[in-house]
């Protein structure tokens, strides 16, 4: 995380008494909160490969769902408005701080008028982390030409199709099915003939 962002965080662990691990990357989420549960205090993980910026918020999203917890129990909603609230709350040191650039920053800003479950949901607020990561390993799905044929991480390849509203429309070639995908999922572009 940013260095100016670690005092804090640090005080949070201690004050909170919760165990905060990074893990391993998960496909499936950047982080996550548990709360206490038996002799067990609350839980919080976070991604090891997720640039500094985005290793913050996610910290942030999943602090915020803690002290949601701490006031409600499992009375409210995961990401309701006490949820929004808790997160606005605890964003707002690093903001005082200036520890994001003023990419990530203003990208926040605009998501914190109605955050979501997830940053990534936030294509203003995705596009502004990722250009912070360390290294474009593969292409974003929205800047390949239509009909472009790439595969994904899991090695099934697609043909891109038609964007429709948010999402783009891509047709597996391995079973013929049919996709839809974040403009920002990262894909690897197949050579043609392949």
């Known amino acids: 995380m940013p260095q100016a962002a670690a005092a804090v965080i640090a005080r949070w662990i201690d004050y909170f008494q919760c165990e905060f691990k990074i893990s391993k990357s998960r496909a499936t989420k950047l982080g996550d909160y548990r709360h206490p549960f038996k002799n067990s205090g609350h839980k919080i993980s976070v991604n090891n490969n997720l640039n500094p910026y985005a290793f913050l918020v996610t910290t942030v999203h999943e602090f915020a769902h803690l002290l949601t917890w701490n006031d409600h129990k499992n009375k409210v909603k995961p990401h309701g408005a006490e949820?929004?609230?808790?997160?606005?709350?605890?964003?707002?040191?690093f903001l005082e701080q200036n520890v994001f650039p003023e990419d990530v920053r203003k990208a926040i800003l605009i998501y914190l008028s109605n955050p979501s479950a997830s940053s990534c949901t936030d294509l203003q607020l995705s596009r502004a982390l990722k250009k912070h990561d360390p290294e474009l390993r593969s292409s974003r799905l929205e800047e390949i030409p239509l009909n472009t044929l790439f595969t994904i991480k899991d090695g099934r390849k697609f043909k891109k199709g038609e964007r429709l509203r948010k999402r783009y429309r891509c047709v597996c070639l391995d079973n013929g099915n049919t996709y839809l995908f974040n403009p920002l999922a990262e894909v690897t572009l197949l050579a043609t003939g392949t």
Not at 83 to 92: A, E, G, L, P, V
Request: proline content about 9%.
């Open 83 to 93: 949820w929004k609230n808790n997160f606005k709350r605890m964003m707002s040191p």
